[in-house]
């Protein structure tokens, strides 16, 4: 679903063995406000759509970062500059990284 919004570097962090909170982690670039906001909410939507379980959204205004709580999915859309000072890519250095 990221992808039909252009996210960018897409990650996927198999966290089941590390996690009691979530089994997968999304963790997707945008290039911009609007482009950030345009991913979840495309995202959200879809799952709606689906009559997928959608728990929540939280996050900045101003699309610098945006977490949704799928339950065992948490899709993190970042702006560049929050994706690099969250790291959560070493941040969960040990979980597996899902290839796409």
């Known amino acids: 679903m990221a992808d ?20 997968y982690f999304l963790i997707v670039t945008a290039t911009s406000r609007t482009h950030s906001l345009t991913i979840a909410d495309h995202i959200e939507k879809e799952l709606v759509l689906s009559g ?34 969250y790291a959560l890519e070493r941040l969960w250095g040990g979980a597996k990284v899902v290839v796409l």
């Not at 960018?8 to 089994?23: A, G, Y």
């Not at 996050?59 to 999915?73: K, M, N, Q």
Request: net charge negative; aromatic share 8%; hydrophobic share 45%.
């Open 4 to 23: 039909d919004k252009k996210a960018l570097r897409p990650v996927i962090l198999d966290l089941s063995l590390l996690s009691h909170v979530t089994d």
């Open 52 to 85: 997928k379980t959608f728990m929540g959204r939280e996050g900045d205004p101003e699309g610098i970062w945006i977490l949704l709580d799928l339950g065992a999915v948490v899709v993190h859309v970042f702006r560049e500059e929050a994706r690099e000072f």
